[in-house]
């Protein structure tokens, strides 16, 4: 049995590791017109890739390869080598793990500065091909704002452990606790739900349930 992943360890460098891509992303887009940013670059078999898109690609892994000499993971993403891409060496840094990550959630909404997109990363034990997502034990997201807003919200969470999130302000660095708890109410009624349709099989269905 692999021996479980040190979430204090993992956690911060998730967080320090989104943190560093929404300001490489956040000053790209400051410094470039939107055509820049929303040009397409190449269809691959999960999604279209935009401008926007490579800039945060450049930018992740670079900082995995970083991690990589103190860490031994498996980067796994659209866009990415199939199979994904490993980083360090058997035996460092604790057990070999699975990064998940999609950089940008959102693309057409940031890109056209718009609304936020975020970037999501989830670890798994490494099974081999057989990890799925239900594998995940550690989850981090992190709001990439449009270049108009000035704060952003980060969200962890450790299996076991619940969830945490706070508010940062990206001028003067401070941050304030996000409280995360479930709703107490016992209905829809003067409240809303999110229905979302990605799927081509599935749109008739989440059409009638929404």
């Known amino acids: 049995m692999n021996a479980p992943l040190d979430a204090s360890r993992i956690v911060p460098r998730l967080r320090d590791l ?3 891509l929404r300001a ?4 790209h887009m400051l410094a470039q017109q939107p055509k820049v940013w929303s040009r397409t670059v190449r269809d691959d078999a999960g999604d279209t890739i935009f401008g926007i898109d490579v800039a945060a690609e450049e930018q992740l892994l670079e900082q995995c390869a970083a991690w990589g000499a103190e860490q031994h993971f498996v980067l796994i993403g659209e866009g990415l080598e199939e199979g994904g891409v490993e980083f360090g060496r058997p035996g460092r840094g604790g057990p070999r ?3 998940l990550v999609d950089p940008i959630d959102g693309t057409r909404g940031l890109m056209f500065d718009k609304r936020s997109a975020w970037c999501l990363m ?3 034990p490494d099974h081999g091909p057989s990890t799925t997502l ?3 034990s ?3 997201m992190t ?3 449009p270049t108009r807003q000035s704060t952003s919200d980060v969200l962890w969470a450790v299996q076991g452990q619940g969830a945490r999130g706070e508010r940062q302000n ?3 660095g401070t941050a304030q606790p996000i409280p995360i708890v479930p709703s107490g109410s016992d209905s829809l009624q003067h409240s809303f739900a999110t229905v979302n349709a990605f799927f081509q099989g599935g749109k008739e269905l989440t059409a009638r349930l929404e």
């Open 122 to 124: 989830g670890v798994a």
């Open 24 to 27: 490489a992303l956040r000053a």
């Open 134 to 136: 239900a594998d995940i």
């Open 138 to 140: 550690i989850a981090v």
């Open 170 to 172: 990206l001028v003067n």
């Open 143 to 145: 709001e990439l704002p």
């Open 97 to 99: 793990f699975r990064l």
């Open 18 to 20: 989104q943190g560093n």
